[in-house]
């Protein structure tokens, strides 16, 4: 297999390379692109040197997939020409997943649409929309959705390098460097992630609602979320409100949960998941299961997974590994 | 005015004295009472010194106001004596916040409930759920109230000083020392405040459904609440979803919220508070204003406010202005 990473050095790309290493992906030819900047060092991987070039006319021909992450203006440049050069794209930006003629994927929920893809692009979701969608869909299977309810507590990580770097800086009471983020975000909680609407959506809170719909194929389902920075550096938390069609208890959700492919469900009250606790890692953490104590068939769940890995990076090879398989 | 202050030395504590400073209420006499690790040492107030001392029978005798924040067994083994010998007692432990005799009191909400206290003791809310109640009784008189969903993002000074020190030392790198919460709070955040009850509700959510009930005087309102620790220093975030009775814009909610006592509406939605911004201030802040996307008479609302003063210290001392004005 000859694949291609377009964002090569970047906090998703660096994450897809290690990915692809551990879960043993028949990789024999690597492209890795990226900005001038970074063009001409090498980055080891599978026993090898690989050098870092600038996407050009022809980079991506005899590519099987090529994965993006290099931010939507990228992707609207090079996602049309790879794809006219023969690469299957999976797209890690924004600049597809609302496109209908664009599948969007999270392969435990609907691996099959990657197979329907006009363009020759996959677009891979929204990070906190990843893992949401996960359980939201364990519970759509024992239950059905009526209406959800998601309030996000987001890591640096989910603005790139440069969001690490400016908590650390703030952290360490350096001054100077450019923060992706409107306010200070050490000892602080930011509830803005891109910019507003004019109803006061952000941007974030947006892609929740609408990819939320789209990979579910439920139109019409209510989502409504607010997306707040934390100061930690790996590891989304998403607090899920969640109405049901049938009747589902703590133990039926609790079951639902466990049998679904890349989940891992608290062993009870006490054993939540943290994203310090498991940044890292490849699944969806349930925890906090509960019942809403007044309103009928809702329930409670916290949910956190590694946005790096299961919000970014293993998704779009998960992608790759359904299609290759 | 003879005004004692149990838990001098602690982190509310010592806020009560600023506020009472800053408030400039006519206070001649100070009783300044702690644990024996304290007693002896000074406090400076109002250009004099005052001694700490350890409470003992009389001394609350010839005290009009008694404010107590020194833990829910120091409230329960001093409140009653305190009472008998004739202070007024406002207690800020949950001690007796849900007791039918005690008087559960915002004042900008139900100041009037305060001067019915047949136990002589005058209960202050949990810190979330006084800054929620304050949001939430202004979209009431706007538009009535038929559930309430939160989720919040609170202080490690939550915890007392003991949580701060938590914090500071895991973000030094420093070992040892006690810690308040269950997991590292240092680039995490913990979905856990108080212990977990037989359906997974913790001490803390169980607070915000019970006493906002009790504030309100709405018994039988839906009330649904997610309480989670975030690395901030001071000043907790409540994300609240609330439906309305009857119809109320964007505007309207802003206009209701603008007008009432204490709340400082953002200016638009850049404006949106955080609790960096706005620790050290007596007021309930609230911006990101939105309808939900989808379901009818919904507005979602972003609530933020300094825990230990407008959440505890000023809400208390505000009591006390209340009943000797």
Not at 73 to 96: L, Q, T
Not at 182 to 207: C, L
Not at 259 to 287: H, K, Q
Request: hydrophobic share 40%; aromatic share 4%; glycine share 10%.
């Amino acid at each position: 297999m000859h694949l291609a990473v377009l964002g090569a050095t970047g906090a998703v790309g660096r994450t897809m390379l290690r990915v692809l290493a551990e879960r043993r992906l028949p990789v024999d030819r690597l492209t890795l692109l990226a900005s001038p900047r970074s063009a001409g060092t090498t980055v080891e991987w599978g026993g090898r040197e690989w050098t870092i070039e600038v996407p050009r006319e022809g980079s991506f021909r005899g590519v099987d997939y090529a994965l993006f992450s290099a931010g939507g203006a990228r992707s609207k440049e090079w996602g049309p020409r790879a794809a006219a050069e023969g690469a299957i794209v999976v797209d890690n930006s924004s600049a597809f997943r609302m496109d209908a003629r664009v599948p969007l994927v999270v392969p435990e929920v609907n691996a099959e649409a990657a197979r329907d893809r006009p363009r020759g692009i996959i677009a891979n979701p929204n990070c906190s929309t990843i893992q949401m969608v996960v359980a939201l869909e364990a519970i759509r299977r024992a239950a059905g959705l009526r209406r959800v309810v998601a309030t996000t507590f987001q890591s640096v990580s989910g603005a790139g390098e440069t969001g690490r770097e400016a908590l650390a800086r703030e952290v360490s009471g350096g001054g100077g460097g450019e923060s992706p983020f409107s306010r200070r975000i050490a000892a602080n909680v930011i509830p803005q992630i891109g910019g507003f609407d004019a109803e006061g959506w952000t941007e974030e809170e947006r892609k929740m609602i609408h990819e939320t719909r789209k990979i579910l194929g439920l139109p019409d389902l209510p989502v409504a979320a607010t997306c707040v920075r934390v100061p930690v550096e790996v590891g989304h938390s998403v607090q899920v409100a969640v109405e049901t069609e049938g009747e589902l208890s703590v133990d039926g959700a609790r079951a639902a949960l466990a049998a679904f492919p890349g989940v891992r469900v608290s062993a009870g009250a006490e054993d939540f998941p943290t994203p310090l606790e498991t940044a890292d890692t490849d699944e969806v953490y349930v925890g906090r299961i509960r019942r809403d104590p007044h309103v009928p068939r809702t329930l409670h769940l916290w949910v956190v997974a590694d946005n790096l890995r299961k919000g970014a990076a293993t998704n779009a090879v998960q992608i790759v590994e359904s299609l290759a398989r």
